[in-house]
């Protein structure tokens, strides 16, 4: 792992021209000569490690498109020029890492497809029926309205049915089969 020293402070404005150059030269890091070169000589290797990484080349381009600029842009906290291509093989694992972070968390965060939708027609269609198979229900006799939406609609028992209405089971049955009978021939009818 490359070592990276911290940016060099603020130079005194008093020390000799001569001191500052060579002061430079020590605390410099890699030059853009020396990435140059290194983004020459290694380019293939690191798209080659990051294919290893990820799965598309467009990726893995962008991946070393991006650890470059980023050792471009820390170059002077390089202390050891040679290290350069270490911080570069290790920037590029960090941002395939990164890249497939982002993706499983986009994974997880799409929303589930939304079931099919009904058309406009359909829609329509079912609006109708459910108007025709009302005004099938207020054509039944009390009782058989009453057991048919008790037991279908409320989602009753027979027997919550029987003690709700004060009528027996065998009542409840009755009413219920003419009723659904009734019904049949309401909603066959043409309208």
């Given at each position: 792992m490359?070592v990276?020293a911290?940016?060099?402070?603020?130079?005194?404005?008093?020390l000799?021209?001569?001191a500052q150059?060579?002061?430079e030269?020590?605390?410099?890091?890699?030059?853009?000569?020396?990435?140059?070169?290194?983004y020459?000589?290694?380019?293939?290797s690191?798209?080659?490690?990051?294919a290893?990484?990820?799965?598309?080349?467009?990726?893995?381009?962008?991946?070393?498109?991006?650890?470059f600029?980023?050792?471009?842009?820390?170059?002077?906290r390089?202390?050891?020029?040679?290290?350069?291509?270490?911080?570069l093989?290790q920037t590029?694992?960090?941002l395939s890492?990164?890249?497939?972070?982002?993706?499983?968390?986009g994974?997880?965060?799409?929303?589930k497809p939304?079931p099919?939708?009904?058309?406009a027609?359909?829609?329509?269609?079912d609006?109708l029926?459910r108007?025709?198979?009302?005004?099938?229900?207020?054509?039944?006799?009390?009782?058989?309205?009453?057991?048919?939406?008790?037991?279908?609609?409320?989602?009753?028992t027979e027997?919550q049915?029987?003690?709700?209405?004060?009528?027996s089971l065998?009542?409840?049955?009755?009413?219920g089969s003419?009723g659904?009978?009734?019904?049949?021939?309401a909603?066959?009818a043409?309208?």
């Open positions: 490359p990276i911290p940016m060099p402070a603020a130079r005194p404005a008093q000799p021209a001569q150059g060579a002061d030269v020590t605390t410099a890091g890699t030059t853009v000569d020396h990435l140059t070169e290194t020459r000589a290694h380019y293939r690191l798209l080659g490690l990051a290893l990484l990820l799965d598309d080349t467009a990726s893995c381009e962008d991946v070393v498109q991006e650890a600029i980023r050792v471009h842009s820390a170059r002077k390089v202390r050891d020029p040679e290290k350069t291509l270490a911080y093989r590029v694992v960090n890492r990164s890249t497939l972070r982002r993706r499983i968390l994974l997880k965060l799409l929303t939304m099919d939708m009904a058309s027609e359909e829609g329509a269609y609006l029926e108007d025709a198979l009302k005004a099938a229900l207020r054509g039944l006799q009390r009782r058989q309205r009453e057991v048919l939406v008790l037991r279908y609609f409320a989602d009753m027997a049915v029987a003690e709700s209405l004060g009528i065998g009542s409840v049955k009755a009413y003419r659904i009978a009734a019904l049949r021939v909603m066959e043409p309208v």
